[in-house]
């Protein structure tokens, strides 16, 4: 798409003041840079799971897919960097990067009522004069979406990076717990295969928050226009009057 149509598709949202009200810097680069490096690790990590899963299929040799295996482990390290870069912007990070943006929870209001309501909103949005749907008011981590993410960083990615560095050591006796490769034959045995199982259904589970989260996305864009995916390449969001104010509320800045 050319920058000039680019820029009348933005200044059309930018002048219905009743849907759209203002762009605003909402995911800071670090966070950006997370996202996509984490999106690439993980396609990686993915590619080379089923080149040595499937190596029978796909008649690798031995050297092959064992060496296809060791580079899993390897991509596998740079993936528990970056789950801990993840949880320390958790902490440390700008407001829409911390714990707070990505709790579901709000005005009082507990789990279960809260995913009632964003469901209904989502699947029945409310219109504007013109009989648009009209996108919901948080500026930062869309609230039904944050239960996918809250889980998915507290449980799902530490669990996988842990378990993958315990099938590291214990396998491959590699670093930071390579005493693991020693144990007796029949307590490794049976200590690799319940990593491995614990390793693989986080790898299912993950393609599943993939697919829910890529479905979302294309849902959430083609319900309410936004600019949700080109946000997280450029870092700024087209925000309602209310998500406006929410944002002035959380990051102290005057719009």
Do not use: C
């Not at 009743?18 to 999106?39: C, F, I």
């Not at 707070?100 to 004069?129: N, Q, S």
């Amino acid at each position: 798409m050319a920058k000039a149509e680019t820029k009348m598709i933005k200044n059309a949202r930018l002048s219905d003041p009743d849907r759209y009200y203002a762009q605003l810097p909402v995911w800071e680069a670090r966070l950006r840079l997370w996202h996509w490096g984490n999106l690439f690790l993980i396609l990686l990590l993915v590619l080379t799971y089923l080149l040595f899963d499937w190596h029978k299929e796909l008649g690798l040799p031995k050297p092959t897919y064992v060496l296809v295996e060791k580079i899993h482990v390897y991509i596998g390290y740079a993936f528990v960097l970056l789950v801990l870069a993840r949880l320390h912007l958790a902490f440390h990070g700008q407001p829409f990067s911390r714990w707070k943006d990505l709790d579901p929870r709000h005005d009082g209001k507990g789990f279960l009522a809260v995913m009632k309501e964003e469901i209904a909103l989502h699947l029945r949005p409310k219109t504007d004069a013109g009989g648009l749907p009209i996108p919901d008011p948080d500026p930062g981590h869309n609230r039904l979406g944050r239960f996918l993410y809250l889980p998915l960083l507290v449980l799902l990615l530490p669990l996988q990076a842990l378990s993958g560095i315990l099938w590291a050591s214990l396998k491959w006796g590699f670093y930071p717990l390579p005493f693991l490769h020693t144990l007796s034959p029949d307590t490794g045995k049976l200590a690799k295969a319940v990593i491995s199982n614990i390793h693989a259904a986080g790898f299912y589970a993950i393609l599943g928050f993939l697919a829910l989260h890529l479905g979302g996305l294309v849902k959430y864009e083609l319900t309410f226009a936004s600019d949700l995916f080109s946000s997280m390449i450029h870092g700024k969001k087209i925000l309602t009057r209310q998500a406006a104010r929410e944002y002035e509320e959380i990051t102290g800045e005057k719009i």
